[in-house]
């Protein structure tokens, strides 16, 4: 189904998207809201017998708008798919929001994850559970993504019995996951910054999510986080979750290899189909995990394996200095671990890093604890994220108001270059992703408005909106919402100084990016005519985005900045014709007609010439007029040459009228 | 040799080309004495210009001249008219009304040269302050559309 334009309007009781459909805020939906979310009975007036519900997203969480879409237009009945989507006025928070609409997929499987419920048999677990989820998941895989909200919680069983697995798109990838369901890697992460990761991240939390139905109970309820983490990379995964759990045989296995901690081992789409008809295992032979032949003590633990170590370090960075710098970890990790490999990684690193320099060291840390545990997400700081995740936990960092000064510095010291290079060998996929974190840095390097971490936010999240103070509560999502969120804004006083502030360049900048940069050049420059030049040639790109005027509130606040353009023009006749112009195209609120105007180059050209012409002119008078003085002090003598001719002509004139007359008189 | 010769042709011309306004002027003199006495007696202030005006263009003396001539065509056409001969020319002179229209042509002459230079200072300081006054308003109006240059 088609998705709806962007563009409703409060009506109240009934919120509207586009022409077709209506939101009801005053029938809340609990059961199909997330946990801190909002739902609210939704209407398709063309399809009105057809129950609907739309999710208020949450404006510190971008939705996953770019899958929006394609997963709208999967034809799977299995997987809860948005019907519509868009930026709707929301009077009981005084703010627009982002809503997605979804077709009601039935009653939800698990309402609460963390109280007992009624198990699952194990048949209907192969014969309705497992054959509806592997449907959708394939059909999200074939998108060349991951679901990754795969959960007791977020399935559903409709009318027909049908299992449904719910919605995968109302915010970042995984963020609402709880822990359990995540890998070892992506639970060290923050959780916004776990990322879309791998479809063996939504295998791995199928395997729970089988197990916690078979149970009829979450087996970890009630263990602390960091607890579970911990459990997960000592024991593994699977001893750390079912352990005490009595699951019905045939399960077993199809658990454990969906819980498998290393993802060359973890069962994939196709080992679960192949084993749900037929009932094959498949094998996989892999080398054991490195252990140590003693432990390595850090802070009072040892440790036998590189991921605990790893993730101690990164826990306390600047206790891990010390064991890093004095080359104890060097040689415990080519002697009594055996890995000469990382052994040499980590003494690069330690040459490569400046002494006593606390950034350096963070760096340093970063390095090792990356060279440890390869698979684990970018630890730097207070940041930890996939390389995927990065865009989601800057927007919360930036949605939380803190400096988003861990992830600026990952960039620029190119931590996730490094954190590629640690993977093996370079893959021909992962260049494009080196690629990109090279155009980030320089982005970030620029200190001009509509670069540094700003723009890299938006580049990072293309479902956030606008966090320009002005324009926040409008929830502006596109390059087309900016025009009439501005002029509502204007309208009520909302706008700032300057009109265009680094996160509205920003946001224009990574959205639009057919606007060219001719436009953030302009607005860099110390000239005032140039900066508000370039804010009313971007303002008329996003009007003709907006396929409509811009409205004479923001029209006239552009008008009020243009007197630098205007002086640029040197006749004054010229200039008052143009601010009479201005002010009535302004008042019409055509900013595309006013940019025409102020910035004609035939008018300019003209300006130009006439301007040289009348000083060129300026200064012939000048001349003319020194001469004149000059010829003053010379006047009596020319006076008296001119005399002396006029009285010699006017007597031999006089002197042959008189002779002639005189003659003719006299014969 | 050819260039003696040449050299001596042109001599011998221009003392052939000086000799016939002389030969002329002495036959007029012989012939018209009556008239030449009225004119030398009545171009006399002519004369004094001639010689007092140390000017290059010798303007006073021309226009002195030029006027003194014209007062000296009346007594000598009534010489014509009444007796061409010294006798006639001696009558002519006696009468001091002749002297009046000669002397007061010529006074005429000299009035204008008096009088023409100040006429023309006038002039000139006219078309001066004229044109300066066009400057500047035109200065003044590019001034008001384009700023002082």
């Excluded at chain 1, 890299?456 to 999502?477: K, W």
Aim: proline share 7%; with cysteine.
């Amino acid at each position: 189904m088609a998705p709806v334009e962007v563009e409703a309007q409060g009506a109240g009781t009934v919120v509207r998207l586009g022409e077709r459909y209506e939101i009801l805020p005053g029938t809340p939906l609990a059961e199909f809201a997330p946990l801190g979310g909002e739902a609210y009975r939704a209407i398709d007036r063309a399809r009105p017998s057809t129950a609907l519900y739309a999710l208020l997203t949450e404006p510190g969480a971008p939705p996953r708008t770019t899958l929006l879409e394609p997963i709208a237009d999967i034809q799977i009945d299995t997987l809860v798919r948005p019907v519509a989507w868009g930026t709707v006025d929301w009077a009981p928070r005084g703010r627009r929001l982002f809503v997605i609409v979804f077709d009601e997929p039935g009653e939800r499987l698990v309402a609460d994850g963390a109280a007992s419920f009624t198990p699952l048999s194990d048949e209907e677990i192969l014969t309705n559970v497992l054959p509806a989820t592997l449907a959708a998941l394939k059909g999200v895989f074939d998108l060349g993504t991951t679901h990754r909200a795969v959960r007791p919680t977020n399935l559903f069983r409709a009318g027909d019995g049908r299992i449904v697995l719910g919605e995968c798109v109302s915010g970042p990838p995984a963020a609402a996951q709880p822990i359990a369901f995540e890998t070892i890697e992506n639970s060290l992460a923050h959780p916004m910054g776990r990322g879309a990761g791998m479809p063996g991240d939504d295998l791995y939390a199928l395997g729970l999510t089988l197990a916690m139905l078979l149970l009829g109970r979450d087996p970890v309820a009630g263990v602390p986080d960091d607890e579970l983490i911990s459990a997960k990379i000592a024991r593994g995964s699977v001893a750390a979750l079912l352990t005490g759990t009595n699951l019905p045989t045939r399960m077993l296995e199809p658990v454990r290899g969906l819980l498998a901690d290393d993802p060359r081992e973890r069962w994939t789409l196709q080992d679960l189909g192949i084993w749900l008809t037929s009932r094959r295992v498949p094998l996989r032979q892999l080398p054991p995990q490195k252990r140590a032949a003693r432990p390595f003590e850090f802070e009072g633990e040892g440790h036998i394996t590189a991921r605990p170590l790893a993730r101690a370090f990164a826990k306390s960075p600047v206790a891990a200095v010390k064991p890093i710098r004095s080359g104890d970890l060097e040689a415990w990790l080519a002697r009594s671990l055996g890995d000469a490999d990382a052994a040499a990684q980590i003494a690069r690193a330690v040459e490569g890093s400046e002494s006593g320099n606390p950034a350096s060291e963070a760096h340093l840390v970063a390095r090792v604890a990356m060279v440890l545990d390869p698979a684990a997400p970018l630890r730097y700081g207070d940041l930890a994220a996939s390389l995927d995740g990065l865009g989601p936990a800057l927007a919360a960092t930036f949605r939380s108001g803190s400096a988003a000064t861990a992830i600026a510095d990952a960039i620029m010291t190119r931590l996730a270059q490094f954190w590629i290079s640690v993977q093996g060998p370079l893959r021909p996929e992962q260049m494009p992703i080196l690629k990109a974190f090279d155009r980030l840095r320089l982005l970030l390097e620029d200190r001009r408005f509509g670069f540094g971490l700003a723009r890299i936010l938006y580049e990072l999240n293309p479902g956030l909106h606008c966090l320009s103070p002005a324009l926040e509560r409008e929830h502006v999502m596109d390059g087309a919402a900016v025009i009439p969120a501005l002029e509502r804004a204007a309208t009520e006083g909302r706008l700032g100084e300057p009109l265009i502030d680094r996160h509205l360049a920003a946001f224009v900048a990574a959205r639009c990016k057919a606007a060219g940069t001719d436009w953030l050049d302009q607005l860099a420059s110390p000239k005032p005519e140039a900066r508000i030049l370039g804010t009313l040639s971007i303002l008329a790109y996003l009007e003709g985005l907006a396929r409509g005027k811009a409205g004479p509130a923001l029209a006239q606040r552009v008008e009020r900045e243009l007197p630098p353009a205007i002086e640029r023009l040197h006749g004054r006749t010229r200039r008052m014709t143009l601010r009479a112009t201005l002010s009535r195209l302004a008042a019409e609120g055509q900013l595309g007609a006013m940019l025409a105007a102020v910035a004609d180059p035939v008018e300019i050209a003209r300006d130009e010439a006439e301007f040289r012409a009348a000083r060129a002119e300026q200064a012939s008078i000048r001349a003319e007029l020194a001469a004149l003085a000059s010829a003053a002090a010379a006047r009596p003598e020319r006076a008296a040459d001119l005399g002396g001719t006029m009285s010699f002509a006017l007597a031999s004139a006089l002197a042959a009228v008189v002779a002639v007359g005189t003659l003719v008189v006299g014969g | 040799m050819a260039r003696r010769i040449g050299t001596a042709r042109k001599a011998a011309s221009v003392r052939g080309g000086g000799a016939v306004p002389i030969v002329l002027s002495t036959v007029l003199l012989i012939a018209a004495l009556p008239l030449c006495a009225v004119a030398a007696a009545g171009m006399l202030p002519a004369g004094v210009a001639f010689l007092i005006d140390r000017s290059p263009r010798r303007d006073l003396a021309r226009t002195v001249a030029a006027t003194n001539l014209a007062g000296v065509v009346p007594p000598a056409t009534a010489l014509l008219h009444f007796e061409f001969s010294f006798a006639g020319a001696l009558t002519i002179l006696r009468e001091p009304q002749n002297w009046l229209i000669m002397y007061g042509a010529a006074a005429i002459g000299w009035g204008l040269h008096a009088g023409m230079p100040v006429l023309a200072g006038m002039v000139l300081e006219f078309r001066a302050r004229q044109a300066e006054q066009r400057l500047k308003a035109r200065a003044a109006e590019i001034a008001s559309e384009w700023g002082e240059g």
